[in-house]
């Protein structure tokens, strides 16, 4: 399969009468997305904002970002199960707006105890890519009388069409450049480089805690195999808003997939890009382990895989998917390395486990960083979206010390952190 | 140029040059200036330190009076008003080791100054001391004396003119505190490098090294419930409306007891779950599927166990730390023995 990435470059961000794109700058309608907004019965009063790297501005309450694509040949479209149309998706030519998210902000009622915020300034926003994007903020209110899971459920879809609106700005124009991925089968197992697989852990486990595969919700998924390109064309999709960022990956992010862009980027160089092996982390530990034979024997036998990346989504009770997914892989031969996160105490005063279960055969991770880092945010002189309601961590418009994992796309558990946490 | 450094150095009554083991228990005592081995310390602190006391003690005297000393240490050496306490180094000296560890405490606690020893990594005071101190690496013996001298020096330096300080560096023995530092690369791309290696069956390192976990050996079961007391324990977040005791969500750090006044149920009139790691909808709509109040009093009823017990304990987990699991569960089996209970039920998450 091969897809073709138009980039569309965002260098500015602003409002417009109509949506359109030119020279590297996107103009904005406001009323154009304040339709979508205004045609979902499930939502209240909503708001659009615009918030600019390096600008004095908070956002909060963040559940999710996107990247503005549209696919202008080969077969489906970008989101598939989630915008129309079940093709399948990876290949032909997508447009890509570079530069620039469309974040989901949400008034407070679903992440009730938790706090996900991005700063554009001060050391918070030194912690996460999203700080150098230009965003479009888009702040979601649920009409009263909804429930938390259909007002997920509009953020979802209003979201995906806000976006897809956006990308559309690109069509009938050309790119400023194009970025070529392409993957055939794992036909004959040259010996000259290693082969290498990635085991792509989702988490899906309960309202407001859902990743999306082709539109379907992945409770249950068993193992199976994608092609690296189906996700660059939006083909899992987060609905992961209950969590903190550092339990989850948001939307921007499997379409960006760090670990599949580093695999591409060496592909034919120093290794080869064996494939992707895509499974759920269930909630049994007979479950843990069935889906970990199930990804393994995949890497093993259909991908023909040396050697794999392991990743998860989820919380501390994916440790151990990390865990058993390390020990069935070595135990078919397949050499492992796992990216992993910390939760531990600054200062070491509790005993702390950095994660949550072990493995003698876990004996090569890369961590994201510590997550419980405690970061000084200062007064900001702007706010998008609604303050923190009942959350523990109490931020809003002042200054506040935060724990790290409250910051929107730090410690990105598939591998887009620059940071890295160690023991002095 | 900012004025010099003012240092306290603390010697054992060896290095002080007054006496070798017969002197052991030489009181605690204070010289103005460098004494002993201090002078070669000055040497090399010169251009930005000056050691403006020496704080002496005798191995015997410190090590058996040990906290007893934490009054008069500080007295001694808060009187010389320094920035900086550098002790030994003591090489692997156990004596000596304890009492240079717990002075650079209290000096680094109550003063808040910075602190530097030095020590060979298998002194036994050094599991002690290693978070309330910088210990630098030194050998088994004093022959790594100018060695271990410099590094002193150059931690010091470093500290007092609050530049960067990392073990690799600065060689001494890591505290267990955790930095996030910003990498040249991501995680996925030292993700695929450390794989690469290892598949080359090159040396790699890895970023975090996993402890192994003790196992708890569960006690033998019981024969019987009959008549027996049963205590009912959550992990899930079930507590009164309200959350009184403000159970944290996530990380818990406390447990709390209520209870059960007879009741045959628990609904979700009066009881909520608070838990950070699960979705908790189905749990409100009736909190009996996380805390099963409903069917142990049908079992209770039916005789398969005596008697439940009349609260029960509520906690969340997600991300506990472990000293906290062990305080909270040792509490609550030290509460169940005083109320007679034999047997617990804990549902968790």
């Known amino acids: ?424 | 140029m900012g004025k010099k450094a003012r240092v306290v150095h603390y010697l054992n009554q060896f290095f002080a040059g007054l006496g070798g083991e017969e002197a052991a228990s030489l009181v605690l005592q204070s010289r103005a200036g460098a004494a002993g081995l201090g002078l070669r310390l000055q040497a090399l602190i010169q251009p930005w330190g000056d050691i403006v006391a020496t704080l002496i003690g005798g191995d015997n005297y410190v090590a058996e009076k040990g906290e007893d000393l934490d009054e008069e240490i500080l007295r001694l050496i808060s009187v010389s008003d320094p920035d900086l306490l550098i002790a030994g180094p003591a090489f692997n000296s156990g004596r000596y080791g304890y009492s240079c560890g717990l002075v650079c405490s209290i000096a680094g606690s109550k003063m808040k100054i910075p602190t530097v020893t030095a020590m060979f990594p298998e002194n036994t005071a050094v599991e002690l001391f290693r978070k309330q101190t910088f210990i630098v690496k030194t050998t088994e013996t004093v022959r790594g004396m100018d060695e271990a001298l410099t590094k002193i020096s150059h931690l010091a330096q470093s500290l007092i003119s609050r530049g960067p300080a990392d073990p690799e560096t600065h060689s001494y023995i890591r505290q267990g505190r955790r930095r996030n530092i910003i990498s040249p690369h991501s995680v996925a791309e030292r993700a695929v490098e450390m794989l690469l290696k290892k598949v080359a069956q090159k040396p790699f390192k890895t970023e975090l090294e996993l402890p192994s976990y003790d196992r708890v050996a569960p006690p033998p079961p019981l024969a019987s419930l009959k008549h027996r007391k049963l205590a009912l324990i959550s992990e899930s977040g079930v507590v009164p409306k309200g959350n009184p005791d403000r159970i944290l969500s996530t990380r818990g750090d406390r447990h709390a007891k209520y209870p059960l006044n007879g009741l045959n149920d628990l609904s979700k009139d009066l009881f909520e779950s608070v838990h950070g790691g699960y979705s908790t909808g189905h749990v409100n709509e009736d909190p009996d599927r996380a805390v099963p109040l409903d069917a142990l009093r049908e079992l209770e009823k039916e005789g398969v166990f005596g008697k439940l017990h009349e609260s029960f304990y509520a906690t969340v987990g997600c991300g506990m730390p472990v000293e906290n699991a062990r305080r909270i569960g040792s509490a609550i089996a030290q509460d169940l023995i005083k109320e007679g209970a034999h047997a617990a039920l804990i549902t968790s998450t």
């Open chain 1, 1 to 424: 399969m091969r897809l073709d990435l138009n980039i569309f470059p965002v260098g500015r961000l602003s409002w417009g009468a109509k949506t359109c794109w030119q020279d590297g700058s996107l103009y904005v309608g406001r009323e154009e997305l304040a339709a979508i907004f205004a045609a979902d019965p499930r939502l209240g009063e909503c708001g659009i904002e615009i918030a600019r790297p390096g600008e004095n501005v908070r956002l909060m309450n963040v559940v999710d970002a996107f990247e503005p694509r549209v696919k202008v040949e080969g077969k489906g479209g970008v989101f598939p199960g989630l915008n129309g149309g079940l093709e399948r998706v990876g290949d032909g030519t997508t447009n890509v707006l570079k530069g620039m998210a469309i974040l989901a902000l949400e008034s407070g009622e679903i992440l009730d105890r938790r706090t996900s915020i991005l700063d554009m300034v001060g050391r918070a926003s030194q912690m996460t890519p999203f700080s150098s994007l230009n965003i479009l903020a888009l702040f979601f209110r649920q009409k009263s009388g909804i429930s938390k899971k259909e007002f997920a459920d509009a953020i979802m879809t209003s979201s995906i069409k806000a976006t897809c609106l956006v990308a559309r700005s690109t069509l009938g124009q050309p790119p400023a450049g194009v970025e070529r991925f392409e993957l055939g089968l794992p036909s004959t197992r040259g010996t000259d480089l290693p082969w290498i697989a990635y085991i792509y852990q989702l988490n899906s486990m309960g309202d407001m805690r859902d990743t999306f595969f082709y539109g379907q919700n992945t409770r249950g998924l068993l193992p199976t195999i994608i092609h690296p390109n189906e996700v660059m064309d939006g083909a899992i999709v987060s609905q992961q808003y209950e969590r903190s960022y550092t339990s989850k990956i948001d939307s921007y992010t499997h379409m960006n997939h760090p670990v599949i862009h580093e695999l591409y980027r060496r592909n034919g160089k120093d290794l080869r890009f064996a494939g992707v092996v895509v499974t759920n982390n269930p909630q049994t530990s007979k479950d843990k382990e069935r889906c970990a034979s199930m990804s393994a024997k995949l890497a093993r036998f259909a991908l023909g895989a040396d050697a794999v990346v392991i990743a998860k989504e989820g919380g501390g009770q994916c440790d151990s998917d990390l865990m058993v997914h390390c020990e069935k892989c070595e135990g078919e031969g397949m050499r492992t390395v796992i990216i992993a996160h910390q939760s531990v105490s600054e200062d070491a005063s509790e005993s702390d486990f950095p994660l949550a279960d072990s493995s003698p055969l876990a004996d090569a991770i890369v961590t994201t960083g510590n997550d419980r880092e405690s970061v000084k945010v200062p007064r900001v002189e702007r706010l998008i979206g609604a303050p923190s309601g009942l959350s523990e961590v109490r931020v809003n418009q002042g200054e506040a010390d935060l724990p790290a994992l409250s910051i929107f796309g730090a410690f990105s558990s598939v591998g887009g952190s620059w940071l890295r946490c160690i023991e002095i």
